[in-house]
């Protein structure tokens, strides 16, 4: 059961604890109980300004930029060491304000970023941060990677601290300032990341959390002081996102919606593939960017593998979040709740069928922001429930006739974020999978988040690359310093 949360009336600015600009608040209300279980300050445009103010006072004349990157990256080990042992306290944070089922909160909200850090940590003690090269016409031409400047981050509600630590971090690493904006839905993970960086040996003004509204977050964006943009949401807000950095000449990586496929081969066991899609499909109640909901399956087995997605989707434990057993806990807010309900509609208009679910609580639950989980089976790659990012617990059954038949459909989309392919021969797995446009694919697993490789889209689904050295390059500039031959060797 969610609990209330002790409130909070500071704001974390530079790396101090200080007065809000504003008598406004954001009340945290749990998705379980519709009940508000704490409540924050709402950050104004001030309280942005000074954000920013101290995030380019730090960068323009401040020590961190200039640090060494190892450093750097002794800090950052130390962020890690400060969040290994309060996981458990940070699971309980996110189950209570956005309802994710508690294990998952464990694996994904909590571990998982944990994980990260040290992970990133390796990667930047690897990164070529400087190198000399044979010049082609002579001489020798020396290249930097130096930090980009002030990042503005925009964190969105489902994955909170997951996306926190995937731009803080890098960010760091690469000698960044950075104001983080999260979402107001999402603000007591963000206090708890703030309790943790206070701890370390940051200088002023590096680091600022703001949780605020879409009005916040777009004077972030076009704010002047900003150098680049790092934004995880939705492809529509994006979109706008890119035009205020395109207008500013800003730096910008978009990491937005999917729509993925999940591409099953004739040759696939139903039961694994049932069991797999229950993460691909609908991890962290459907609320994930790389959801794999598009189902496509091969005509010749078609019913071998509905049957078992049916029995899967049908016994799914769905309830309070806070109970183990649970897998699939309530939508985030009730407007989310209200746009689940509202694509289960429209999927019945369009003429697909839920063969599991439909509209209404799911049995046994009579509150909270619930939608039942519900299969499709019918669907036409056309109909809007198969193009449109749903968000929920809502998986949609398409036929294919054959493996170009799948590849044409799996890339019928907008989008270009995940996918999967599911088969006994992990050679004929790979072969689809790499005709098949998008940024990340998974054989017989949903895509696995390693810090290790580049995460991102194509398509309507971003721009850019986070996590890996491809991530930390996201982070910064290069600069070609060319030094003439006879200067070099001192003649």
């Not at 709402?42 to 640090?67: K, S």
């Not at 031409?141 to 969105?156: K, L, M, N, S």
């Not at 599991?356 to 790659?381: A, E, Q």
Request: aromatic share 6%; hydrophobic share 45%.
């Amino acid at each position: 059961m969610a609990k209330a949360v002790p409130s909070r009336q500071q704001l974390y600015i530079g790396g101090a604890w200080v007065a809000p600009g504003t008598t406004d608040t954001i009340e945290v209300i749990s998705p379980h109980t519709e009940q508000p279980v704490a409540r924050v300050p709402a950050p104004g445009h001030a309280d942005v300004d000074r954000a920013v103010a101290a995030a380019r006072t730090a960068f323009d004349e401040g020590p961190w930029p200039r640090l060494d990157p190892s450093e750097r990256i002794a800090v950052v080990r130390e962020l890690a060491e400060l969040f290994r042992p309060r996981q458990e306290e940070l699971a309980q944070l996110i189950t209570t304000e956005m309802g994710a089922p508690i294990t998952f909160s464990r694996s994904a909200h909590a571990r998982l970023p944990g994980a990260m850090i040290g992970a990133f940590a390796d990667v930047a003690a690897k990164h070529p941060w400087q190198e000399t090269r044979a010049g082609a016409f002579g001489g020798v031409v020396e290249v930097y990677r130096e930090p980009v400047g002030v990042v503005a981050a925009i964190i969105p509600w489902n994955m909170p601290m997951f996306l926190t630590v995937a731009k803080l971090v890098p960010a760091l690493l690469a000698g960044c300032t950075i104001v983080l904006k999260p979402s107001p839905e999402t603000a007591l993970d963000a206090y708890f990341m703030a309790d943790l960086l206070e701890q370390l040996d940051l200088p002023p003004g590096v680091v600022s959390i703001l949780p605020g509204d879409r009005e916040v977050g777009r004077y972030l964006v076009s704010h002047p002081g900003v150098d680049k943009v790092s934004f995880t949401g939705s492809t529509a807000a994006g979109r706008e996102v890119a035009a205020a950095c395109g207008s500013a000449l800003r730096r910008v990586g978009l990491e937005l919606g999917g729509k993925s496929a999940a591409v099953v081969l004739d040759d696939a066991d139903p039961e694994t593939v049932a069991t797999g899609i229950a993460v691909a499909g609908l991890m962290n109640s459907g609320q994930a960017c790389v959801a794999q909901t598009r189902i496509l399956l091969p005509r010749s087995r078609y019913h071998d593998y509905v049957d078992a997605l049916a029995g899967m989707v049908e016994n799914l434990p769905v309830g309070d979040p806070f109970d183990p057993a649970t897998r699939v806990g309530p939508m985030v807010t009730e407007r989310q709740q209200l746009r689940v309900s509202g694509y289960i509609e429209q999927g019945r208009r369009e003429g697909a069928r839920p063969l599991v679910g439909g509209i209404g609580f799911p049995d046994g639950i009579d509150r909270g922001w619930y939608v039942r989980p519900t299969l499709f089976v019918d669907v036409d790659n056309a109909m809007r429930i198969a193009q449109e990012e749903i968000f929920g617990p809502v998986l949609g059954v398409i036929a294919y006739d054959d493996e170009d038949d799948a590849v044409r459909l799996a890339d019928a989309t907008e989008y270009g974020l995940s996918g999967s392919v599911w088969t006994a021969d992990v050679d004929r797995g790979r072969a689809v999978a790499r005709r098949i446009r998008s940024g990340t694919l998974g054989i017989n697993a949903a895509y696995s988040m390693d810090p290790a490789a580049p995460f991102g889209g194509v398509k309507a689904s971003g721009i850019g690359r986070e996590f890996g050295p491809e991530g930390l390059d996201g982070f910064l500039d290069t600069k070609s310093v060319s030094v003439a031959a006879d200067v070099r060797s001192g003649g």
